[in-house]
């Protein structure tokens, strides 16, 4: 039976599915950002403020999205030179810097947070939020831009012998992510109804890394099936109440082990 | 430790038992953090509810009393979902809970939306209530009201007069914060005291001999300490560490016996004012405590109490206004005005209780000193 | 005052130089990173509490018992959660996902055992206060910065002139090389891990025997606080999350004291990124480049 429990679930279900997808993005680059939930808290404060004012859902989520592209942007462009593991922990320090910000930031509430946020977000705004968002992974893939990623994914130098600006497609791909981590920090603020920064720290970008990986770094759709195993696994276990974390945690382990590339393959290359 | 998890499934047992006996009983549904950062809070208030439903369990007409106990982790996103649960598939008359501020910040809107009574035993952020009426209710007291007799004491014990102190707060912690930048210095102002700095850390610190040697450079009179337990322990003993002898006084964070337990002797001396007390020497309150210290081999704190006693009104709240089950929505509201008119009802652990037109509680509070190993009643 | 905040500054920054040379050692010969380090830490810290709990034992042993408990700990989650995914394919990815995993489960098990409490770790040493001129030192203070002096020589030595150590070094700087050259990769890169965990339970101990109390999730910031340390320093190089360790101590002493504290945690890492901005490869440069 489809209750206001479930619905709430599945809000929260589809918030995740698109920070999977916001961080797939990236990673198809070869970015690997641990700081997802920066622009999210982002995301989150700017659509809440405006709609504070009045301004409508859209344009506030919208708006959110392009105030943290435009911090992955900034936080884009220091991970040029650079690659791997020095990428992973540039965007674990962005995520703490932002962190620490709203933390001490008195006009979003500090470290009391912001409350009577407007009850905006609905479960069909999520659902078409995601599709919108994987239509668009989609397209890239038959894209130019879409192709120079996974061509730097595969090589950068070669990638650059052939033509591709390195530069500005991974700027433009970090920026693409930090965008659709936006919206869902606005959807997540609208849903809440109160956020603070402890919302957004380092285990919300850990686990929004998990649902990629584990349901398959190379697969479009891993996102989804890393997403909804790492949302709904904790209220199936509920029977087992005090081991759900023990339980969850193993669980990690061994699929890391068992199918160290996560669960869905990758998709066989097509010709173009 | 092995009580602790006989205990959450013995209270399952009970809501289980009592469900399967009455035709209409009344269900309330209970939040907490059993598992996760909060589990302390949350293994304590399992603890107490076991012990109230072994003697409260009747409800006279409404047959027996009916727990639904969920576990939120301490996370926002479970108190949202659970919440909605409660109210909408498990069809509570009321919620106890959540307990973290930052979770009925996000839970009490529900409660409106939903029209069902939501009472949180700890939460002490300011305003929340308030914000969401008429369907929330504090039980624990607003910290304004603790610490104006708190002040007042403080500064009649002090032989040498205040004039200038420095405040030590926790920027991490909603509460502390809001306390030591808010609270404490509309207070002290009344009274003519000057603030000269105040200094921050944060939960979790282990390090505080850069705040303190910054506070001690500054040659205050007295110091206030605006943190939970933990960290108001070591910012105490890294005060005394580092010479400075001046009096302390402390907000409600550190109502917890571990405060002189980690802090040590450097803690003597610290006043601060709760109005639940482990040591309270009041003959109900301590056998109460001995009840507790014999089952579970520690000390309650504020947790176990503040649950112990809501969960008490709550039933007197039941019983007085006819509730039987029958009606969900009539007994919402019935439940809801029996709060929101609460006066003087008597708490068995903290005493007469009314709620004032904010939601929050009042209550007397007993002010304190810690005096060797525990907090005494100040005289 | 300075003088004052300085000395704290350098006992702090010790712990951290102690956590940030693990995941340096871990990362030079392998090339990953290992998110359970911070839990090897806490586990070091517990263990020596039960020792000083249970038996009454003074610091010393405390810190031995730590020391071997993470070495042990350490070694165990190298078979469990990192050789098996070497096995396969040698994925850059999965090992983060089995150490966040990991990780969970050591949280979750020390809550079982210890609750989610703080426990108070109570020790003998450290009320006993130094005044040494205008600085004051407790002495589980100069106990933290002799114990930490006294491994990173005993590191030194160990990597510079033992066996073992020169087989690490080598296989730092190519683990191709290292196995066609005869030495054992496997062995090395365990026993890496043990002197890696065993430093980061010493850390354990000396963080609960200053700061009087330990919990289960002790281990995530200084968890995170470690990475930065490591990339200041330069990735898989010791003597760079030594200084950088220290500096960072110092740094966030110093921002307390002159600054609201609620930035402190900001200055680790805008540290890290300055130097990634201007210096990749951190002050110490290693030959990594960092290519996966």
């Not at chain 1, 070669?158 to 600006?165: K, L, P, Q, T």
């Not at chain 1, 649902?211 to 087992?240: H, K, Q």
């Not at chain 3, 040379?21 to 380090?37: K, P």
């Amino acid at each position: 039976m489809w209750s206001s429990y479930w619905d709430s679930v599945a809000v929260f279900l589809g918030i995740n599915v698109l920070m999977g997808i916001s961080l797939y993005v990236p990673m198809t680059a070869g970015l690997i950002s641990l700081g997802q939930g920066a622009f999210m808290a982002i995301g989150a404060y700017v659509s809440a403020l405006l709609t504070k004012s009045n301004v409508p859902f859209l344009p506030a989520l919208l708006a959110g999205g392009a105030v943290a592209a435009a911090a992955g942007l900034v936080a884009g462009a220091p991970a040029l030179r650079i690659r791997g593991i020095y990428v992973m922990i540039l965007t674990l320090g962005f995520g703490e810097i932002v962190r620490v910000f709203f933390l001490n930031f008195e006009p979003t509430g500090g470290a009391s947070g912001m409350g009577g946020i407007r009850p905006l977000t609905e479960l069909w705004q999520v659902a078409l939020a995601c599709l919108i968002a994987y239509a668009v992974v989609w397209r890239m893939r038959h894209l130019r831009l879409g192709r120079a990623m996974i061509a730097i994914h595969e090589d950068d130098l070669v990638a650059e012998a052939m033509g591709i600006n390195l530069t500005r497609t991974k700027l433009v791909s970090f920026s693409l992510g930090a965008l659709m981590a936006g919206v869902a920090g606005g959807f997540y603020a609208h849903q809440a109804l109160f956020i603070d920064a402890n919302q957004f720290d380092f285990s919300r970008s850990a686990i929004t890394f998990l649902y990629v990986v584990l349901g398959g770094a190379a697969n479009p759709f891993g996102s989804i099936v890393g997403a909804a195993i790492v949302t709904l696994l904790p209220e199936l276990l509920r029977v087992v109440q005090d081991w759900r974390m023990t339980i969850f945690g193993t669980m990690l382990v061994l699929v890391a082990v068992w199918r160290p590339d996560g669960l869905l393959p990758a998709p066989r290359l097509r010709k173009s | 430790m092995f009580s602790k998890w006989k205990v959450g499934s013995t209270a399952i047992a009970f809501m289980l038992a009592s469900s399967a006996s009455a035709i209409a009983d009344v269900s309330i549904g209970i939040l907490t953090p059993s598992s996760g950062k909060g589990a302390a809070y949350g293994q304590q208030q399992l603890n107490a509810i076991n012990m109230f439903m072994e003697k409260y369990a009747d409800v006279g007409k409404a047959g027996k009393l009916k727990l639904v106990i969920y576990d939120t982790r301490g996370e926002n996103t479970e108190a949202i979902n659970l919440s909605r649960k409660l109210m909408d598939t498990d069809e509570v008359a009321a919620i106890i809970g959540p307990q973290f501020s930052a979770e009925a910040e996000v839970a009490f809107p529900l409660a409106v939306r939903s029209e069902t009574p939501m009472v949180t035993p700890m939460a002490a952020k300011a305003g929340i209530a308030a914000a969401n009426r008429p369907w929330a209710f504090r039980f624990a007291l607003t910290t304004e009201n603790v610490y104006r007799p708190l002040l007042d004491a403080w500064l009649k014990r002090q032989a040498k007069g205040i004039k200038k102190v420095v405040i030590l707060m926790d920027a991490k912690d909603a509460v502390s914060s809001f306390d030591g930048k808010t609270v404490f210095p509309a207070l002290l102002q009344e009274r003519g005291i000057e603030v000269l700095d105040t200094v921050s850390f944060q939960t979790g610190d282990i390090d505080y001999s850069g705040q303190v040697t910054r506070a001690k450079g500054r040659s205050p009179d007295g110091i206030v300490v605006s943190a939970l337990y933990n960290e108001a322990a070591h910012a105490v003993a890294e005060l005394r560490k580092q010479g400075m002898s001046q009096p302390i006084v402390a907000g409600v964070g550190i109502n917890d016996p571990r405060f002189i337990q980690i802090g040590g002797a450097a803690t003597e001396g610290v006043m601060a004012a709760s109005d639940f007390f482990a040591d309270n020497p009041e003959p109900v309150v301590a056998a109460w405590v001995k009840d507790y210290e014999n089952r579970f081999k520690q000390k309650p704190s504020n947790a176990s109490g503040e649950m112990y006693d809501t969960l008490y009104l709550m039933r007197e709240c039941i019983k007085s206004t006819g509730v039987i089950g029958s009606d969900l929505k009539a007994d919402r509201v019935k439940l809801r005005d029996c709060w929101a008119n609460m006066k003087n009802m008597q708490a068995p652990l903290m005493g007469a209780t009314s709620i004032d037109k904010n939601g929050d509680a009042t209550r007397v509070p007993t002010v304190l000193v810690v005096k060797g190993t525990a907090f005494v009643v100040a005289q | 005052m300075l003088a004052q905040q300085l000395a704290n500054g350098v006992m702090l920054g010790s712990t951290y130089a102690l956590v940030a040379i693990g995941y340096t050692l871990i990362f030079g010969v392998l090339r990953l990173l290992h998110l359970a380090h911070g839990e090897v830490f806490m586990v070091g810290a517990f263990a020596g509490l039960q020792l000083v709990l249970w038996w009454q034992f003074g610091p010393m042993v405390a810190l031995i018992g730590g020391l071997i408990s993470s070495a042990v700990l350490g070694m165990l989650l190298e078979l469990v959660a990192f050789r098996p995914i070497r096995k396969r394919g040698n994925s850059h990815l999965a090992p983060i996902v089995s150490t966040i995993g990991a990780g969970l489960v050591l949280q979750e098990l020390m809550t079982k055992l210890f609750g989610a409490e703080q426990m108070p770790f109570a020790s003998a040493i450290s009320h006993v206060v130094y005044h040494l001129g205008v600085i004051s030192v407790t002495g589980s203070q100069l106990f933290i910065l002799s114990v930490a002096t006294a491994s990173m020589i005993a590191l030194h030595l160990f990597v510079t002139y033992t066996s073992y150590g020169m087989a690490m070094r080598a296989t730092s700087e190519n683990l191709q090389v290292a196995a066609v050259l005869g030495i054992n990769v496997n062995t090395v890169i365990l026993v890496t891990f043990g002197v890696a965990s065993a430093l980061g339970g010493i850390a354990g101990v000396l963080v609960g025997l200053n700061f009087n109390a330990i919990s289960p999730f002790m281990g995530v910031e200084m968890g995170i606080k470690g990475m930065a340390v490591m990339l200041i320093g330069g990735l898989g190089s010791i003597y760079g999350a030594m200084v950088a360790g220290l500096l960072l101590g110092v740094m966030e002493v110093l921002s307390v004291a002159y600054l609201e504290s609620s930035l402190r945690d900001g200055f680790a890492f805008g540290l890290m990124i300055i130097i990634l901005i201007f210096r990749p490869r951190g002050l110490f440069q290693t030959g990594i480049r960092a290519e996966r």
